[in-house]
């Protein structure tokens, strides 16, 4: 019997159905695997989270040793990972829409535009705060 015929005990073991249920750490420890297995993936398969990553490496060491505030030491580390989360579920939309079809609809093309349009966002966002923190710390 196959997934979706009715029988939970035909579930394959990579199904994350098969975790419903699960409490405490093995909840826990599943999670985290899964979590590691997102970053991977985005790792292995997305240019631009490769590239906002090393960005990220560079930047957020940069703000542990400026002389800023505490404050703005988080801020500017934050937005750099707001960058990499919505970078993260724009991939989610991506491959959802890809594992259904590839197929060109326009409900799949506004989705996908939407999720580009909320990474540029974060990112004109980043550039911003990055950009005020910076020049209120060094030039004004």
Do not use: C
Not at 5 to 13: F, I, K, M, T, V
Not at 30 to 48: C, L, P, Q, T
């Amino acid at each position: 019997m196959t997934i979706g015929q009715g029988h939970e005990g035909a579930l394959a073991s990579g199904d994350s159905r098969t975790l419903k249920g699960k409490r405490g750490m093995l909840r826990i420890a599943n999670a985290f695997r899964y979590s590691v297995d997102g970053f991977a993936a985005a790792w292995h398969h997305e240019d631009a989270f490769r590239q906002e990553v090393i960005l990220a490496a560079v930047m957020a060491p940069t703000a542990l040793f400026l002389p800023v505030t505490l404050v703005e030491r988080i801020l500017l580390i934050a937005v750099v990972m707001l960058v990499l989360i919505v970078e993260i579920l724009n991939t989610a939309v991506e491959v959802a829409i890809d594992r259904q079809s590839f197929e060109i609809n326009p409900l799949a093309k506004r989705a996908k535009d939407l999720g580009s349009a909320a990474v540029m966002l974060s990112l004109i966002l980043a550039g911003g705060v990055w950009a005020s923190i910076l020049w209120a710390t060094f030039v004004h």
